[in-house]
Nanobody, 122 residues
């Protein structure tokens, strides 16, 4: 069992940057591929980015390439999502997730965090 807790969300101005964190407990995060998803108001949850257990390999949704960077620090049992040049359309609840089974391009996480709200003002 893995417990995931996101932090770092809040209100940010368009053009700014933010870094979301995902702290894991219960099991070593290094045993899992990690992913970030988001759900905007009135929309379905969508995949953003994923990173392999070792942190060597990453995979991004087309909409996330260029402005989003996923990373992890297994020694701290923590994952991160850096977002630069934020836009109003990045407003969403951001979720981190852990998947021990599936490849990065087809995550179906077994564990989810509770989400952190990101609101981008124009």
């Amino acid at each position: 069992q893995v417990q995931l807790v996101e932090s770092g969300g809040g209100l940010v101005q368009a053009g700014g940057s933010l870094r979301l964190s995902c702290a894991a407990s219960g099991r070593f995060l290094a045993s899992y591929n990690m992913g970030w998803f988001r759900q905007a108001p009135g929309k379905e949850r969508e995949f953003v980015a994923a990173i392999s257990q070792s942190g060597i390999n990453t995979y991004y949704a087309d909409s996330a390439k260029g402005r989003f960077t996923i990373s992890r620090d297994n020694a701290k049992n923590t994952g991160y999502l850096q977002v630069n040049s934020v836009r109003p359309e990045d407003t969403a609840v951001y979720y981190c997730a852990a998947d021990q089974v599936n490849r990065l391009s087809a995550l179906q996480p077994q564990y989810w965090g509770q989400g952190t709200q990101v609101t981008v003002s124009s």
